[in-house]
């Protein structure tokens, strides 16, 4: 069974970079498509980015346009999300997230796409 675990989240000063991790076990990671969501409080999760089981396609979501960046490492069985330019509103839960049976270079586009999920880190950014 697979199995998702993200680190890489604290709190942070607006302005700073992070770089959020989640590793892949139980299966081959280069088996999966993957993407990153959060949730803050009081919201619905939202889809961030995603990308093939190759990287060599990603896709990102508005609000993560321009500071986010998603890239994976088959041979470590890690997924990544750098985020650079951290704000407040981005103080949310972010989850990493797994999609079986995809070919090499689809990217899934939606969280409701994904079959597997971690269970979380905590971003907190103070302003």
């Known amino acids: 069974q697979v199995q998702l675990e993200e680190s890489g989240g604290r709190l942070v000063q607006a302005g700073d970079s992070l770089r959020l991790s989640c590793v892949v076990s139980?299966?081959?990671?280069?088996?999966?498509?993957m993407g990153w969501c959060r949730q803050a409080p009081g919201k619905e999760r939202e889809f961030l980015a995603g990308?093939?089981?190759?990287?060599?396609?990603?896709f990102y979501a508005n609000p993560a346009k321009g500071r986010f960046t998603i890239s994976r490492d088959n041979d470590k069985n890690t997924l990544y999300l750098e985020i650079n330019d951290l704000k407040p509103e981005d103080t949310a839960v972010y989850y990493c997230?797994?999609?079986?049976?995809?070919?090499?270079?689809?990217?899934?586009?939606?969280?409701?796409?994904?079959?597997?999920w971690g269970q979380g880190t905590q971003v907190t950014v103070s302003s």
């Open positions: 139980g299966r081959t990671f280069s088996d999966f498509a």
């Open positions: 997230a797994a999609r079986d049976g995809s070919s090499w270079f689809m990217v899934h586009r939606d969280r409701y796409d994904y079959d597997h």
């Open positions: 990308i093939s089981r190759t990287g060599t396609a990603t």
